[in-house]
């Protein structure tokens, strides 16, 4: 490169104080990328946002700060116009220690599509690892944030069910527990439940301990940290694993990926954003608890093992995919 180079196009010299010097290329250095339509066209076959064109092709990092973190073009032209309220609304009971959803008016858990083992044809065909679940967690406190989950069929790749409500951390892991056996295969097996992820942060940690002592729901996410490779259960946000689930969440949604019904989770979504310091949240007076809640169910559904059938042999045999080379342990458990 010539001494200065700041005479050709798209590119930038300067020093930094400490004695660096830096060149800057842009795209458009290379004579063939300075046509008028190459930028647009480029962009669109890449899939990119606005936003994510500028931080990654017009090197601006500050492009999107202080503004939706989602696409708000598909939020407003796609989702909004197709998302609504649930179609039954009730809680979660039990009777005779088996998962039951009753209808009722104000209940916290919303659905749009039961099960398949409720809903489906007594010939369905069924399988493995079909439901995943994930579950943001909150104090519980009246005027406080509120607990959040998801249930994500993921052969339809759709959210068929979610909680949204102000329950005590012990109460909210019930509703979990009987949520997740709801939705399940149990003619698989006992760990033929939904994956279910609950945030381990804060409040987080009185949920799983209840999920996996009092309620012994088997299949609890786990994550392994650390070079002793300790699994501890639960989904850990930082600033290191917040940022890969909201930008996988915004991919699907920006991609139109993801069937999903739910008006208010739109809604948050349309009030998520970057701030000037890089954090990702809600702007101020708003919640995130839903898309933090359906940013985990994505996770689970990333990390959860393939969906299978369950096959039905010669001879009318069932074989079962856990018992026959596929690898899995049958108490399988994420990491």
């Avoid at 759709?158 to 997740?180: I, K, Q, Y």
């Avoid at 729901?217 to 890969?244: D, I, M, N």
């Avoid at 310091?277 to 940013?295: E, Q, Y």
Wanted: proline content about 5%.
């Amino acid at each position: 490169m010539p001494p200065s180079a700041n005479h050709i196009p798209g590119i930038r010299e300067w020093d930094t104080p400490q004695g660096w010097h830096v060149a800057e290329l842009h795209y458009s250095c290379d004579p063939a990328q300075r046509g008028p339509n190459w930028a647009e066209e480029t962009r669109k076959a890449l899939g990119y946002s606005q936003v994510d064109w500028d931080r990654e092709m017009e090197i601006d990092w500050t492009a999107g700060l202080g503004a939706c973190y989602f696409d708000k073009e598909v939020l407003h032209n796609h989702y909004s116009r197709k998302a609504g309220g649930p179609s039954y609304r009730g809680v979660m009971l039990e009777e005779g220690k088996a998962p039951v959803f009753e209808t009722r008016a104000g209940g916290p858990v919303w659905v749009w599509r039961l099960p398949e083992r409720v809903a489906g044809p007594r010939n369905r065909r069924k399988h493995y690892n079909r439901y995943c679940i994930g579950a943001d967690v909150a104090e519980g406190l009246e005027k406080g944030d509120a607990s959040a989950a998801y249930v994500v069929d993921r052969l339809r790749y759709e959210l068929v069910a979610a909680v949204h409500c102000r329950l005590s951390p012990d109460r909210f892991a019930e509703m979990l527990n009987l949520l997740g056996r709801y939705y399940s295969e149990p003619d698989l097996g006992p760990y033929e439940v939904a994956m279910l992820g609950v945030e381990s942060n804060n409040h987080g940690h009185t949920v799983l301990s209840d999920l996996s002592t009092k309620h012994k729901y088997p299949r609890l996410f786990a994550q392994v940290r650390g070079q002793s490779a300790e699994r501890r259960l639960g989904w850990f946000t930082s600033s290191k694993t917040k940022p890969v689930m909201v930008d996988y969440l915004a991919k699907v949604i920006r991609e139109k990926e993801l069937v999903l019904h739910d008006k208010a989770l739109v809604g948050e979504m349309l009030t998520f954003i970057q701030a000037a310091n890089g954090d990702l949240g809600a702007t101020g007076g708003d919640h995130d608890d839903r898309v933090m809640a359906a940013a985990i169910a994505l996770q689970m559904h990333k990390l959860s093992p393939a969906v299978r059938p369950y096959v039905v042999e010669r001879g009318g045999v069932l074989a079962d995919l856990r018992r026959s080379g596929s690898g899995e342990a049958a108490a399988w458990v994420a990491v």
